[in-house]
């Protein structure tokens, strides 16, 4: 049993946002049906499928990962019979997920007043770049926009000169795990009101919810922070360092870390109690890192980490991806699963880090072909029969492999 079992989802999503919030409900036991255009269906389903190195058998990296534990309905949205047949889903779903332009949904008539109309319980949930309100509503955005529009980039990299973007898409993640929150407090308040609602997600909002304590320290003292590369403006120290074969992560973030990590380096010139105290090695930081960098390069990774970790001093190799999917604690946890492909074969990616006591079914369905389950999802979730389906498919009001 998963904790979401019996949770109907419409995923009207594209690209990375919405599909990734879909992805996890989904993995959380929702069923989660993607709604997609006749043809080629969604946008994502293209993305990289002829590539020889992250597709396999016709499905790229992206569609693959973002899609597991999912149905697949195709419709045309834009027809007076295919919004009809939407219609009729919206009577039996709890949620509908988005992330269209801002404007999109209302214009298709999919949007949250003329849904609660049909299904006053109905909870709808949009992803935009800059949110439905505001002058800069209508204004396209992706993830790296949004991480530059938000001052983000200008605190990551090596210097001011250099703003970086993270080399993950935190807005993009971020604003798909923002809406997962949001739509567990919606389904929670339905519990409680027998009412749905509208949730409203931007990824310029998410990314300036993320700058947390540093937005706060700015507001304070005026100060627009820079780029520090890996360390720390306050711990020291705290960064990457060169090791004979690599790098590692140490993370000294009290002083007695720092009586270990003496312990461990074994070096004179840091054995001074002028350094004892952490402000006091906020001062000399950059002779600090210079002694540490000497020291940590005449031995591999592998040597200071178990050095490091006998003493209890947090600390890391900084990994290749290779290296981090293989590794013991992430295999034990179960976070690399195996995901069947519905032509055979499977593929690795990362599993549902969301480990629960008792709803604890860890399991994956494969990512589904456009159309291949608009028969049994019409027949369920609306009760149409195999004529009137079969009629929509001969118009092409709707698509089915099957």
């Known amino acids: 049993m998963k904790p979401l079992d019996g949770v109907k989802v419409i995923d009207l999503t594209h690209m990375l946002a919405g599909p990734y919030a879909g992805m996890v409900l989904a993995d959380l036991g929702a069923e989660v049906v993607k709604i997609e255009p006749l043809g080629n269906g969604e946008m994502t389903r293209g993305l990289l499928k002829d590539d020889p190195n992250y597709s396999f058998k016709g499905f790229g990296a992206y569609f693959l990962t973002l899609n597991r534990n999912k149905k697949s309905v195709s419709i045309d949205l834009k027809s007076e019979e295919g919004l009809n047949v939407f219609y009729d889903l919206i009577k039996s779903a709890d949620i509908v997920l988005n992330n269209f332009s801002a404007g999109v949904v209302k214009k298709l008539k999919i949007d949250f007043k003329n849904l609660e109309k049909i ?113 720390h403006f306050v711990h020291v120290p705290y960064n990457s360092f060169t090791t004979k074969d690599g790098f590692v992560v140490i993370a000294v973030i009290t002083d007695a870390f720092w009586k270990a990590l003496k312990s461990v380096v074994n070096v004179d010139s ?46 890391a190799p900084i990994n290749k991806f290779s290296e981090a999917l293989s590794d013991e604690q992430v295999i034990h946890r179960n976070m690399m699963v195996e995901v069947s492909h519905p032509d055979g074969g499977t593929v690795k990616m990362p599993g549902n880090p969301v480990k629960m006591s008792y709803t604890n079914e860890d399991s994956y369905s494969p990512p589904p072909h456009l159309g291949k389950d608009t028969k049994e999802v019409l027949k369920i979730w609306s009760d149409y029969d195999e004529d009137k389906i079969n009629k929509l498919i001969k118009d092409q009001v709707v698509g089915s492999i099957n």
């Open 119 to 231: 299904n006053p319980k109905i909870i709808t949930c949009s992803i935009t770049g800059f949110g439905e309100t505001g002058p800069h509503s209508s204004r396209p955005a992706y993830d790296q926009i949004v991480q530059a529009y938000s001052g983000g980039m200008s605190i990551t990299g090596k210097d001011a000169l250099s703003p970086t973007r993270a080399g993950i898409p935190i807005g993009d993640l971020g604003s798909g795990l923002y809406s997962v929150i949001g739509i567990l407090s919606a389904l929670y308040y339905k519990e409680k009101t027998q009412k749905g609602q509208h949730i409203d997600i931007s990824l310029l909002d998410v990314q300036i919810s993320l700058l947390t304590y540093m937005a706060t320290m700015h507001t304070l003292s005026g100060i627009n922070p820079e780029p520090i590369g890996n360390a």
């Open 270 to 315: 840091l054995d001074d109690p002028k350094f004892d105290l952490s402000v006091d090695r906020l001062k000399n930081q950059e002779f600090i890192e210079t002694e540490l960098n000497k020291i940590l390069s005449t031995q591999n990774s592998d040597y200071w980490i178990n050095k490091l970790n006998e003493a209890k001093v947090p600390c």
